[in-house]
């Protein structure tokens, strides 16, 4: 049945993406892998929030080709890369990348994963957008917290009614490679989209264990810096002291 609502939700979310790969000639801003360089997380995407967080990321979410190496086994869930066939809107949103698939795990889970990558603000849009276009009724829920160690980090939520499918909740945020928040710079949206078989609740519980699984560690902008890691001394070399005076024959 997920397959089924899978098609109707490409109507609605894909009607605003353009292809899969980048047009010739297209600029692309190459920022430092988001898996050892802290990147700056917002909700938002055209206003600075209290959500803010520098993060650092299981996989390289940073706008490039990098982001066609996210694997399809995350955790406990297993993907499927998914064709975008609506190319009407190719011209006005031109977004460098774009990652599109499908997750599943054991139980009948099931979501859509997405990602896109650009130099250009015309290639994001808040989700609430691709209901309204596909003419779905939808809800904005605020926030959700997703814990990480001793810090969080915090995601847009919205609800999507198909009107011959199931809910779905979807968790989104942007990335940057500074707190400039250039898009010319580089961006990616990240994107969580649960089918609700099983309820809301669960979907947002699957949405929110998957989007979990994309980062690794999160602090606040106004926190301290993490210490350098300490180096061990190094080991110094041995002393020789002068050579014994051979004895006499």
């Given at each position: 049945m997920w397959n089924l609502a899978l098609t109707r939700w490409l109507f609605g979310f894909l009607l605003l993406l353009p292809v899969f790969l980048p047009p010739d000639g297209a600029p692309i801003a190459r920022a430092q892998s988001t898996t050892d360089t802290w990147f700056v997380l917002d909700r938002e995407g055209w206003l600075r929030t209290d959500?803010?967080?520098?993060?650092?990321?299981?996989?390289?979410l940073s706008n490039g080709p990098n982001l066609a190496a996210v694997p399809l086994k995350i955790g406990d869930w297993s993907g499927a890369d998914q064709e975008i066939t609506n190319l009407d809107t190719f011209p006005t949103l031109d977004a460098d990348f774009i990652i599109y698939r499908s997750y599943t795990r054991p139980g009948g889970h099931s979501l859509l994963f997405s990602l896109v990558g650009s130099t250009r603000g015309q290639s994001f849009h808040h989700p609430l957008i691709c209901y309204q276009w596909a003419d779905w009724p939808a809800e904005d829920r605020g926030t959700t917290t997703i814990s990480l160690g001793s810090s969080d980090v915090v995601l847009r939520v919205v609800v999507g009614y198909d009107p011959e499918g199931p809910p779905q909740v979807d968790l989104h945020g942007y990335l940057w490679p500074n707190d400039r928040r250039?898009?010319?710079?580089?961006?990616?949206?990240i994107r969580v989209t649960a089918f609700a078989t099983a309820g809301e609740e669960q979907a947002l519980a699957d949405a929110r264990e998957f989007a979990r699984l994309l980062f690794k560690s999160a602090r606040r902008l106004d926190a301290p810096a993490p210490p350098a890691p300490t180096l061990a001394p190094a080991a110094e070399p041995p002393r020789f002291g002068p050579s014994p005076q051979s004895p006499a024959p």
């Open positions: 959500d803010s967080r520098l993060v650092l990321t299981t996989y390289d250039d898009w010319g710079d580089g961006a990616t949206q």
